[in-house]
């Protein structure tokens, strides 16, 4: 095979190889403190240093993916936050928590939806830009909190903005999988 033909047939494979969807990935059902479960890909790894009250810590640094989740009990918000503090309050305190250090932010998608008789969720889709930034949009973050009966529940995602397209599927997946599990030896998880 001349040269010329042989940089042809590199550049033809690379070209179809590109174009291939990535290779399918395992969907796993973890269960975090025998409190709540959901359905991760199987390339995502534990973290242990990536929030000091996050009971959920998953990361890809090859894919730039995280996640955090952070519970709260109710019963340890105190008599009158109980009472009072609802789905979306809560939401709002979240979203101001993770948005903070942003120079600017563009949400992309707000929803509020009951997945079953005792448990909501609300959650919104961020385009975000650090105040060190260069880039229109340097991150992508998807907040979602759940609530129960005893349970506030937050969930956090961020990867680049511009991988985040490629990753709607797991997002949505790994979101819409959330469960509590109803074992109640979970009641102290949340206390710090």
Request: glycine fraction near 4%; charged fraction near 25%; proline fraction near 4%.
């Amino acid at each position: 095979m001349n040269r010329y033909a042989y940089i042809v047939f590199v550049v033809a494979l690379a070209t179809v190889s590109c174009n291939q969807p990535p290779p399918p990935v395992e969907r796993v059902s973890v269960p975090i403190d025998s409190l709540y479960q959901l359905d991760l890909p199987s390339n995502l790894q534990p973290g242990y240093d990536m929030h000091d009250y996050a009971s959920l810590q998953y990361y890809d640094t090859v894919m730039d993916f995280y996640l955090l989740g952070i519970e709260d009990a109710k019963q340890n918000l105190g008599e009158i936050k109980r009472k009072r503090l609802k789905l979306r309050g809560y939401y709002e305190f979240v979203e101001t928590a993770v948005l903070e250090n942003a120079e600017t932010y563009y949400k992309v998608a707000d929803q509020e939806v009951s997945l079953s008789d005792k448990l909501k969720v609300k959650s919104g889709d961020y385009y975000f830009k650090n105040k060190q930034g260069s880039g229109k949009y340097d991150l992508f973050y998807r907040i979602a909190v759940f609530e129960n009966d005893d349970y506030f529940f937050q969930m956090v995602f961020w990867l680049p903005y511009e991988n985040h397209c490629e990753q709607m599927t797991w997002i949505d997946t790994i979101t819409n999988s959330f469960t509590f599990i109803d074992d109640k030896t979970g009641a102290d998880i949340g206390v710090r």
